[in-house]
């Protein structure tokens, strides 16, 4: 390929990326709120289309209208992957993997009736209402909780390990109170299904202790458990609290070309994910 054909080439993907990931052009920001309507459109047919009596009056015109959003939406996410310099960077994203979630449930109706109730998925496509609407101050606080949350994983393993032993001698102790004389209790998983179901304060009350011991420790377990919920939060909450003194500030929201990235600062010449120049929506 010559360098004028070359130059052509980079330039018309250049501006299929700027229409379908830009939201700083007049452009990016109109196909971006076409495609929120789109999505928003085909989830209400979805759900529409799980009511019985909808279905049988308007089932063909459901079918065809997911049809068309599909087709839509197959080819938007082809153009995704054109327009940006390394797809499987996009593919393997976090809205990459959506996108294509978002189409396979139709083509999937071919071999596994019913599956076009899982395009519920592309209600996830919707947080792009975010970046379009440059609300990106809430992205940014998305990422300091996933940031927490990651930072808490050493501690919330621990305290998950330690709970699971806690449920395993709480239901070992109630299947030996309550076994003999309660038929709910006639197994050791039994009893720990109803220890986990008890200490997370859920109380099904499918199972329930008949003896006054049984009962006694049933409700030492609930108290305990309004104390094992609050664990978990404060770890999380410390770290919500320490990352939140790094938030950056003055970012826009231009996509990276090659790795599909957005969030830079407002005077980034260069990706700071991959170190691809980036390139100033028009």
Same mark, same amino acid.
């Given at each position: 390929m010559s360098s004028h054909k070359k130059r052509e080439f980079h330039s018309s993907r250049e501006k299929i990326h700027e229409v379908i990931f830009g939201t700083e052009t007049k452009a990016g920001k109109t196909f $971006?709120?076409?495609?929120?309507?789109?999505?928003?459109?085909?989830?209400?047919?979805?759900?529409?289309?799980?009511?019985?009596? /909808?279905?049988?009056? /308007?089932g063909k015109f459901f079918k065809a209208v997911e049809w068309i959003f599909t087709i839509f939406f197959t080819i938007e996410y082809i153009l995704r992957l054109y327009s940006v310099y390394r797809p499987i960077k996009y593919a393997t994203s976090f809205f990459g993997i959506i996108d294509l979630m978002s189409i396979i449930p139709t083509y999937l109706t071919f071999l596994f009736a019913g599956s076009q109730s899982l395009m519920v998925v592309r209600g996830l496509r919707l947080l792009r209402v975010f970046?379009?609407?440059?609300?990106?101050? *809430?992205? $940014?606080?998305?990422?300091?909780?996933?940031?927490?949350?990651?930072?808490?994983?050493?501690?919330?393993?621990?305290?998950?390990?330690?709970?699971?032993?806690?449920?395993c001698i709480f239901g070992s102790v109630m299947y030996l109170v309550e076994g003999s004389d309660n038929s709910? *209790?006639?197994?050791?998983?039994?009893?720990?299904?109803?220890?986990?179901? &008890?200490?997370?304060?859920? =109380? /099904?009350?499918?199972?329930?202790? $008949? &003896?006054?011991? =049984?009962?006694?420790?049933?409700?030492?377990i609930m108290i305990a458990g309004y104390a094992i919920i609050?664990?978990? &939060?404060?770890?999380?909450?410390?770290e919500?609290?320490?990352?939140?003194?790094?938030?950056?500030? =003055? *970012?826009?929201?231009?996509?990276?070309? /090659?790795?599909?990235?957005? =969030?830079?600062?407002?005077?980034?010449e260069h990706c700071k994910y991959c170190g691809e120049e980036l390139h100033k929506d028009h």
């Open positions: $971006d709120i076409i495609l929120l309507i789109c999505i928003l459109a085909s989830v209400v047919v979805v759900v529409l289309e799980s009511v019985p009596s /909808y279905d049988a009056k /308007y970046r379009i609407f440059k609300l990106a101050n *809430f992205l $940014d606080e998305s990422k300091i909780i996933i940031s927490a949350l990651r930072a808490s994983r050493a501690k919330i393993s621990v305290f998950v390990v330690f709970i699971l032993i806690m449920v709910e *209790f006639d197994s050791i998983p039994r009893s720990i299904y109803w220890a986990i179901v &008890t200490l997370t304060t859920v =109380g /099904y009350g499918d199972i329930s202790p $008949d &003896t006054p011991l =049984g009962q006694f420790i049933a409700a030492f609050a664990v978990p &939060t404060g770890i999380v909450t410390a919500v609290i320490n990352k939140t003194g790094d938030k950056k500030v =003055g *970012f826009t929201n231009r996509t990276c070309l /090659y790795c599909s990235k957005e =969030g830079h600062d407002e005077d980034a």
